[in-house]
């Protein structure tokens, strides 16, 4: 079954408008963690942010936030005052299982590709 | 800090023929070594999981003896494609995490582009 889904393939925004990225997941475990990487077009994995499923706020990192609905497993990723840099492909994952252990897995979702227009 | 690098960047090959991609961790000690492959348009697949001076655990459908993962110290793992064929050609990448950092996250390396022709 898949953990992590994507709902948008592909979003057109304007540059300077707030755009949000749509991320649910799915997972029995208590303790979890998401996440999400901006992957440009030269490859590189960028870590944007990141939420603890313990966490009682809402994670920030600059412009980037990430709304976690708990109850809804979701974790939307919502970037303000979008910029022509900002197009790129965004990826939602989750990391499950021990907190402590620096070998547990991170899942990945399928993507959205986030193209801002000038 | 936590800088990961990946070499090659590129590399093309023949078919049949064996491919060694290294993975670095800079500037801290790697504990765990991931390795994932992306095709074009997809997503991020992980592959094994590798700890230093243990044999690598593979994921579902991953042949460990085409996809040789070697982890001999904690700053380098390889990759090791064997009898490379053309459906080898992907996007691999690497990423490392530590106890000693930011233990919630990994951190990428920049990927090498193989091409097997």
């Known amino acids: 079954a898949q953990k992590i889904t994507q709902t948008q393939p592909g979003m057109f925004v304007q540059e300077k408008e707030a755009v949000t990225l749509d991320c649910t997941y799915d997972?029995?475990?208590?303790?979890?963690?998401l996440f999400w990487y901006k992957q440009p077009s030269s490859g590189e994995m960028i870590f944007l942010i990141y939420?603890?499923?313990?966490?009682?706020q809402n994670a920030t990192e600059g412009r980037y936030s990430l709304n976690f609905q708990k109850a809804r497993k979701s974790a939307n990723l919502v970037i303000s005052a979008s910029q022509l840099g900002d197009s790129a492909m965004y990826f939602c994952?989750?990391?499950?299982?021990?907190?402590?252990?620096?070998?547990?897995?991170?899942?990945f979702g399928s993507g959205t590709r986030l193209s801002i227009r000038p | 800090g936590a800088v990961v690098s990946q070499h090659p960047s590129w590399v093309i090959c023949k078919s049949g023929t064996s491919v060694k991609i290294e993975c670095r961790s800079l500037?801290?000690?790697?504990?765990?070594m991931f390795w994932y492959r992306q095709f074009p348009k997809q997503s991020l697949m992980l592959m094994a999981t590798?700890?230093?001076?243990?044999?690598?655990?593979?994921e579902q459908g991953v042949e460990k003896d085409k996809f040789l993962i070697n982890h001999a110290s904690l700053t380098l793992s390889t990759l090791t494609v064997t009898s490379a064929h053309p459906e080898d050609s992907s996007f691999y990448i690497c990423s490392a995490s530590s106890l000693g950092l930011r233990q919630e996250t990994q951190y990428f390396g920049p990927g090498t582009r193989l091409l097997v022709l």
């Open positions: 500037d801290f000690q790697a504990t765990t």
């Open positions: 994952a989750m990391r499950e299982g021990d907190w402590y252990s620096s070998a547990s897995k991170i899942i």
């Open positions: 939420q603890g499923s313990y966490d009682e």
């Open positions: 590798s700890n230093e001076g243990s044999k690598a655990t593979y």
């Open positions: 997972t029995s475990d208590q303790s979890y963690g």
